[in-house]
């Protein structure tokens, strides 16, 4: 194993430690909402969402070593770049939500609606920060095959998830108020002004 493979392998542990931290974050997050009368809406394909992410760790590791993946310059480090710009955008949705933030579905509309940081814009920035940082991921070792199928895979997971969540979100009055009008996950560009007959 050379040593960009040898980089890479521990990229993807760095990773899955952060995420490991996530979940701690996660998980405190749940005590105090629960503590508060906040409760986690039951969703069955939770489990596939965290299989996921660790398949996708998995995969790209194996990828690279087992079929001797190039490590090709510029396209690490324009995926590397997109990488950090997606974890940056991820701990901004973090930080901005606060308390709030988890990783489950949590009936927490009642408590208040995030609307500052990238939530001015989209209704649901942290799923295009994770989409995009597992495209981006593989592709730093060019991982391609898993990169497209973690994509393809990723966007039925991610239709399930809405479905429940904006099912809870979108029946919060205060929720459809702030947020509804938002595009869930690319900005509008230009705002439209309705024409005057």
Partial sequence: MDISARGYILLLLIVGLLRLAEIRVSKRNQRRLAAKGVAKIPEPNFRWMVLFHIGILISAGVEVIAFRR???PVLALLMGLL??????????VIHVMSEYWNIQVM???ELGVVVDGPFRWIRHPNYVA???EMIALPLIHAAWFTA????????????QRLRVEESVLLSNPRY??????????LPKLFRTTAKSS
Avoid at 148 to 159: D, K, R
């Fill in 70 to 72: 190039p490590f090709i």
């Fill in 83 to 92: 990488f950090v710009a997606a974890n940056s955008l991820r701990w901004w």
């Fill in 107 to 109: 009936a927490s509309a």
């Fill in 130 to 132: 994770v989409f995009t």
């Fill in 148 to 159: 497209l199928t973690g994509a393809v895979i990723h966007i039925e997971i991610l239709s």
């Fill in 176 to 185: 459809m108020a702030a947020m509804g009008s938002k595009p869930r996950f």
